[in-house]
């Protein structure tokens, strides 16, 4: 899985849009105040309530362009609404997404920061 989500992540990269986000410090801070175990569980409290639903409430709308680590890493990583997930990552629109999507999901955001936190993906994701 590693593979596939560190070839995604280097073909966002080559989008003019995806490519511009990048955590602040005042987001890098609150990643080391709160540790990654916290914010793996915000990321999947925010798809799980954001965009997991079959048609979730405004979509295409739905996730805020800042305000938390979170919300940076679904755009960087286009799992920010069903729209960007059906065109990046071929996951369709009109159905709730299943348990190994939201993994895979959360896996990709949570592997978009900890590169841009300079560190390497562990095994919490795996146990959720």
Same mark, same amino acid.
């Given at each position: 899985m590693d593979d @596939?989500?560190? +070839?995604i992540i280097k073909s966002l990269r080559r989008s003019s849009f995806r490519? @511009?986000? #990048?955590?602040?410090?005042?987001?890098?801070?609150y990643i080391e105040e709160k540790g990654m175990e916290t914010i793996t569980q915000h990321a999947f409290d925010f798809i799980h309530l954001r965009v997991a639903p079959e048609f979730p409430k405004n979509d295409g709308k739905q996730t805020p362009?800042? !305000?938390?680590? %979170?919300?940076?890493?679904?755009h960087a990583t286009a799992t920010c609404c069903r729209g960007c997930l059906q065109k990046w990552h071929r996951i369709q629109k009109g159905r709730g997404l299943s348990? +190994? #999507?939201v993994k895979?999901? %959360?896996?990709?955001? &949570? @592997?978009?920061i900890e590169k841009q &936190? !300079? !560190?390497?993906?562990? #095994?919490?994701?795996k146990k959720q």
């Open positions: @596939k989500i560190n +070839n490519s @511009k986000f #990048e955590l602040t410090d005042r987001d890098r801070q362009m800042r !305000g938390h680590p %979170v919300f940076i890493a679904q348990d +190994n #999507e895979f999901i %959360v896996n990709l955001i &949570m @592997k978009w &936190m !300079g !560190g390497g993906i562990d #095994e919490r994701i």
